[in-house]
């Protein structure tokens, strides 16, 4: 988004919330939308992960259109990603170097509710290696929360492979295929991936 000659950017936040799903609106990095006038967040529900993000997206085009600022999406189009999963046999995430930036950043992690503390070992832009003695075993959906910078970042996804044995540089742990990355994800990755860059022109 444009205004006065400057850039902001906005993302869209989703996590869980019972049977439903909630999202929230942010002013990246870290800054969440507040109701006016009180203390909660703006909070958009609906019924699936896209019902609730297209509802915080539309009302966050709402809000640009009021103020004539000029809108534009950084990527590609918000819906065009709904649907797709990386593949499970995606060489991001089956140990092979494709799409795989080394990172490590505190995780949390549980079948229920993330509380098992752990570190990843590298980020793509449709998984996670998370390095831990004690892996959930495959095909186990988990809930998670990405510890980065100053927020946390809510993911979910499917165990797709598991390492019991450490080996040189390759810690224990398990390999996850991400549901829908949020665009606070898939940002972070990016950022990620820009900054090995710069260290491999250095």
Same mark, same amino acid.
Request: positive net charge.
């Given at each position: ?8 950017? =906005?993302? !869209?936040?989703?996590?869980? @919330? $019972? ?5 929230? *609106? ?7 939308? @507040? ?6 967040? *703006?909070?958009?529900?609906?019924? @699936?992960? %896209? ?19 000029? +809108?534009?999406?950084? /990527? ?6 709904? /649907? ?12 092979? %170097? ?6 490590? &950043?505190?995780i949390r992690f549980g079948e229920k509710k ?6 990843? !070992?590298?980020?793509?832009?449709? $998984? ?7 892996? *959930?075993?495959? /095909? ?7 510890? &980065? ?6 993911? &979910? ?14 810690? %224990?742990?398990?390999? *996850? ?10 940002? =972070? &990755? ?5 900054? +090995?860059?710069?260290?491999? %022109?250095?």
């Amino acid at each position: 988004m444009a205004h006065d000659n400057r850039l902001e950017y =906005y993302g !869209v936040l989703i996590a869980e @919330s $019972g049977a439903y799903w909630r999202a929230r *609106i942010f002013t990246y990095p870290n800054m969440l939308w @507040s109701v006016p006038g009180a203390r909660g967040t *703006i909070k958009f529900v609906g019924a @699936s992960v %896209k019902e609730a993000e297209t509802r915080a997206i539309e009302f966050l085009r709402e809000h640009c259109e009021r103020r004539r600022y000029t +809108m534009q999406d950084a /990527g590609e189009d918000p819906s065009a990603g709904w /649907g797709k999963r990386a593949n499970p046999g995606d060489p991001a995430l089956e140990g092979g %170097k494709e799409a795989r930036h080394p990172c490590k &950043v505190p995780i949390r992690f549980g079948e229920k509710k993330a509380t098992q503390a752990a570190t990843t !070992v590298n980020l793509s832009p449709g $998984g996670i290696y998370i390095a831990t003695d004690k892996p *959930i075993r495959k /095909g186990r959906r988990l809930r998670m929360l990405l510890d &980065v910078q100053a927020y946390t970042i809510p993911l &979910v996804g499917t165990v797709t492979w598991v390492r019991l044995n450490e080996e040189p540089d390759k810690p %224990k742990g398990m390999g *996850i295929q991400l549901d829908h990355p949020p665009a606070l994800f898939q940002r =972070y &990755v990016v950022e990620v991936q820009e900054e +090995m860059a710069q260290l491999d %022109k250095a």
